[in-house]
């Protein structure tokens, strides 16, 4: 059973920074895609930003140049590095897998900030 936990939201300033983390367990395959999506309040969800197993990573128009996401492997553990946070960036954060074609998700974290 493939379980995603999140953890690291909390409410901060606008201009600060914070670190998501999720914990992946129950699988073993080396051939995945993870991700990071958000839902801010009243709207859709929508990606953020992925990483594949060779850390090829993508990220959303909003989030490149002050979002990093990585990964540790030994940890099973997927990190979203968010600097320069702006009100807009205000949402419950998910992190997400695609394992062999098989999707999972979390039950997200939520982050606010304030101007």
């Known amino acids: 059973q493939v379980r995603l936990v999140e953890s690291g939201g909390n409410s901060v300033q606008a201009g600060g920074s914070l670190i998501l983390s999720c914990e992946v367990s129950?699988?073993?395959?080396?051939?995945?895609?993870l991700a990071w999506f958000r839902q801010p309040p009243g709207k859709a969800r929508a990606a953020v930003a992925a990483?594949?197993?060779?850390?090829?990573?993508d990220y959303s128009d909003s989030a490149r140049g002050r979002f990093a996401i990585s990964k540790d492997n030994a940890k099973k553990t997927l990190y979203l590095r968010m600097t320069d946070l702006k009100p807009e960036d205000t949402a419950v954060y998910y992190c997400?897998?695609?394992?062999?074609?098989?999707?999972?998700r979390g039950q997200g974290t939520q982050v606010t900030v304030s101007s």
């Open positions: 990483i594949d197993s060779d850390n090829s990573a």
């Open positions: 129950g699988y073993t395959y080396h051939d995945y895609l």
């Open positions: 997400a897998a695609d394992i062999v074609g098989r999707k999972y």
